[in-house]
């Protein structure tokens, strides 16, 4: 991806966003160190869609029962230092 440095990009920001209108984002630097990236956006008013990530798991691996109740007495201990043992 293009890099403009700070000074470049306030002299020719017309063309830059000219160029990532049409497709070529560019990385605006400060310093060397990247900034902000300059993208396209949609052609119509509407945002672009959310992915969800919910339920992109779902059917690799199961959850015990008892998962909340796991290691109850372990967690009660290191809160209280009430030691069983």
């Known amino acids: 991806m293009k ?6 990009a306030k002299t020719h920001l017309s063309r830059l966003v000219e160029e990532a209108a049409a497709g ?4 605006i630097c400060k310093a060397g160190k990247p900034m902000v ?6 052609q119509s008013d509407e945002a672009a869609p959310v992915h969800s990530r919910l339920g992109m798991l779902r059917g690799q691996f199961s959850v ?5 109740r796991m290691g109850q007495e372990e967690i009660a ?4 230092g009430i030691s069983q043992t």
């Open 64 to 68: 015990p029962d008892d998962f909340d």
């Open 24 to 27: 070529q984002a560019f990385v």
């Open 37 to 42: 990236r300059v993208t396209s956006l949609a």
């Open 3 to 8: 890099q403009v440095n700070m000074h470049e």
């Open 77 to 80: 201990d290191l809160f209280e």
